[in-house]
């Protein structure tokens, strides 16, 4: 597989028992190969990704002195502000080129019982920064549930297995400032070959040049021409409940040519996870004699904090 695969969401929230069951197939057999596809008619309107992404640049002009304010290095990055080269991928020592800002989760209207997580950061200065990240974290945990019930059919579970498990979970929308590169990076890039953590990752507004996914036959594959849709990903906590049936494949964000050097980017994706309590123990339907069981069990919370304490985030 050369590119990822290119699939339309409406066919499965708006389509034909046929359109529907299409997806799904598609969808199932993209997880199983690559792992990642690039999703159009979302349902998030491109004015307000285009607001997001204008008030993260603001977010980032700011000066250091200011971002530093709500700093969460206590917190483990949880939320806020994270500084320049401080995560690094699992197996790394050079810290990654980038800076970033941690949305989590809005229980205030919550209408069930919740689990307790961190305040979100409110931005003083910018207040519209603030409440266009709250706006997006809302829109795409609800694609990302359409995509996990999906996914769902595809493993044989009941349609809406994943609902309550995400439903308030402990998702992250991350917004990511890669600045320009002012002297030679040696081994540093802007992110570090790795693996989500989570269920699966949605990354809007896919300007996505300098990432690449590394496919089945060892290849970095670019991902291009997905203007106007959303890359949605596997992660581990997936790969780990489906005992490898689907994959969480490995892929980076490499540095631009030199003479791009000076040029910044920016991206932004959202992590989603489940409730802390949920369990990633390997689903039944997926062990069998050709494919024994790979992973110990555990809860969501637990495979979170080992993987934070890999990628330097806590101690």
């Not at 990055?77 to 989590?104: C, I, M, P, S, V």
């Not at 809007?204 to 291009?224: H, M």
Request: hydrophobic fraction near 35%.
């Amino acid at each position: 597989m050369q590119s990822i695969p290119k699939l339309d969401l409406s066919d499965f929230t708006q389509g034909t028992e046929a359109q529907k069951a299409a997806f799904v197939r598609e969808l199932g057999e993209a997880y199983e190969q690559i792992g990642f596809v690039a999703i159009r008619n979302h349902g998030i309107p491109s004015h307000v990704l285009t607001n997001l992404y204008d008030q993260v640049k603001h977010f980032f002009d700011l000066p250091e002195s200011v971002k530093l304010q709500y700093d969460d290095s206590a917190g483990g990055g949880q939320r806020g502000y994270t500084g320049f080269g401080k995560e690094h991928a699992k197996n790394r020592n050079a810290g990654d080129l980038k800076e970033f800002w941690h949305f989590g989760q809005y229980t205030a209207n919550a209408t069930v019982e919740v689990p307790t997580y961190p305040e979100n950061k409110w931005v003083e200065e910018l207040p519209e920064f603030n409440n266009a990240g709250e706006a997006i974290y809302k829109a795409l945990e609800d694609t990302g549930i359409q995509m996990l019930r999906a996914i769902a059919l595809h493993l044989g579970l009941d349609e809406l297995y994943f609902d309550q498990k995400v439903r308030y979970g402990n998702s992250i929308l991350r917004a990511i400032h890669y600045p320009p590169i002012e002297g030679d990076p040696k081994d540093a890039i802007r992110a570090g070959e790795h693996e989500d953590i989570n269920l699966i990752t949605l990354l809007v507004g896919a300007s996505a040049d300098g990432l690449e996914v590394l496919n089945k036959n060892g290849d970095w594959i670019g991902v291009t021409e997905v203007e106007d849709h959303i890359v949605v990903n596997v992660g581990d906590m997936l790969q780990r409940l489906t005992n490898d049936q689907l994959k969480s494949t490995t892929h980076r964000v490499v540095n631009p040519p030199r003479e791009q050097w000076g040029t910044p980017r920016y991206s932004i994706p959202f992590f989603l996870h489940p409730r802390p309590e949920v369990r990633l123990d390997c689903l039944p339907q997926c062990i069998d004699e050709h494919n024994p069981k790979k992973y110990e069990d555990c809860s969501a919370m637990e495979f979170l904090m080992e993987r934070l304490r890999e990628i330097g985030l806590i101690k």
